[in-house]
């Protein structure tokens, strides 16, 4: 791929030299939805083990 194909966006956009508290909430949120996206991943991973264990022949 090349380099000149990808889309680059700023996480913060810097219009005075200081982020202003728009910029901010928007990483956070980002952050948070990583978050709860990996946590929800992780539950339905454990899920998914417990029952193919309790599947298994003992």
């Known amino acids: 791929?090349?380099?000149g194909t990808l889309k680059y966006r700023p996480l913060l956009r810097?219009?005075?030299g200081t982020p202003?508290?728009?910029d901010w909430m928007v990483g956070a949120v980002?952050?948070?939805e990583?978050?709860?996206s990996l946590n929800s991943l992780s539950v339905k991973t454990s899920?998914?083990?417990q029952r193919i264990l309790d599947l298994a022949p003992v």
């Open 14 to 16: 810097y219009k005075s």
């Open 1 to 3: 791929m090349n380099a």
């Open 34 to 36: 990583k978050v709860a």
């Open 20 to 22: 202003n508290v728009y």
């Open 47 to 49: 899920l998914e083990e």
């Open 30 to 32: 980002a952050g948070l």
